[in-house]
Nanobody, 116 residues
Framework: QVQLVESGGGLVQPGGSLTLSCAAS????????MNWYRQAPGKERELVAS????????NYADSVKGRFTISRNNAENTVYLQMNSLKPEDTAVYYC?????????WGQGTQVTVSS
């Protein structure tokens, strides 16, 4: 079965960095676009970044452009989100997402808290 397992979240000071990882299993990762979403308390889940199947093209929410970088290693079945210059407003639960045959799959999420 499809499984997405996020890791790498934590508490970081403003201006700091974190790298999130998403370990994928149960499907052929290299065939699918992958996405990172986040959801802050009281807010809707929002798309943060996406990457095409081969990793050639990426897209970012305006709020994270220039600070976040999505990447993937298809050989290791892993997707990454490098987050730099973190701000308190980046505080949220971050989710890895894959849409496979019109079905959305989600990981359990990893908490990122940006606070001094």
């Amino acid at each position: 079965q499809v499984q997405l397992v996020e890791s790498g979240g934590g508490l970081v000071q403003p201006g700091g960095s974190l790298t999130l990882s998403c370990a994928a299993s149960g499907f052929t990762l290299r065939r699918y676009r992958m996405n990172w979403y986040r959801q802050a308390p009281g807010k809707e889940r929002e798309l943060v970044a996406s990457i095409t199947a081969a990793g050639i093209s990426t897209n970012y929410a305006d709020s994270v452009k220039g600070r976040f970088t999505i990447s993937r290693n298809n050989a290791e079945n892993t997707v990454y989100l490098q987050m730099n210059s973190l701000k308190p407003e980046d505080t949220a639960v971050y989710y890895c997402n894959a849409q496979i045959v019109y079905v959305d799959y989600w990981g359990q999420g990893t908490q990122v808290t940006v606070s001094s």
